[in-house]
């Protein structure tokens, strides 16, 4: 690709992410997007051929990341044995710091996916992360040795959507990341209290 080119095509990406962020994928328009990117519909179908590949090459790439991330930090937690100690609760607490920074160093690529992704394969994208926390939260209780009836799963599956969505309410209520840091670690240490209580049982 030429250099003409890829200038190009960083000019469309950039058009189609702001026709996005301020409409969603259901409502953004290839005309507009290509008029902002001062090309025509032509020029830019030669670089994407929908508006579907249009959001993946905008998203995809971090989605991906965000997933692996996600799956990592919580393979590090499946193997702490003790779960009530302060040691563990600052690897808890490590952990989703972690996955909060990553999302703020991609603030733009997050809201598309979790607020504006409606029509594309990745609105359902955050019942991935929910998969992993509730697999997580499973082995903990697993250690333990507490058996679960089905109100307990579902309990499990409510606190593992509870934790993903707070993350995610951070990024739709556009809170500066000084805020969100705040507003995890008082939401940390809600659940961590809640789970003591529950384990001491």
């Not at 090459?57 to 779960?83: H, P, R, S, T």
Request: neutral net charge; aromatic residues 12%; glycine residues 4%.
């Amino acid at each position: 690709m030429s250099y003409s080119s890829e200038l190009t095509k960083e000019r469309i990406l950039d058009c189609a992410k702001i026709e996005f962020l301020s409409k969603g994928f259901a409502k953004a328009n290839m005309r507009e997007i290509a008029r902002g990117a001062k090309v025509t519909t032509g020029a830019m179908y030669n670089h994407f051929k929908n508006k579907e590949m249009l959001f993946e090459a905008l998203v995809g790439k971090v989605a991906n990341e965000l997933y692996i991330l996600f799956k990592n930090e919580q393979k590090k937690n499946d193997v702490i044995k003790d779960f009530l100690s302060e040691e563990t609760e600052k690897v808890y607490e490590k952990s989703t710091f972690a996955i909060l920074d990553f999302i703020y160093a991609h603030l733009d690529q997050m809201t598309l996916l979790f607020c504006h992704s409606t029509g594309t394969k990745y609105e359902k994208f955050k019942n991935k992360l929910i998969k992993i926390e509730e697999q997580s939260i499973l082995e903990m209780l697993k250690s333990y040795n507490i058996s679960l009836k089905k109100s307990d799963l579902f309990f499990v599956h409510v606190i593992a959507s509870s934790g993903v969505n707070n993350m995610i309410e951070a990024v739709s209520h556009d809170l500066p990341q000084e805020q969100a840091i705040l507003y995890m670690e008082k939401l940390h240490a809600f659940y961590y209290a809640g789970w003591k209580k529950i384990l001491e049982q």
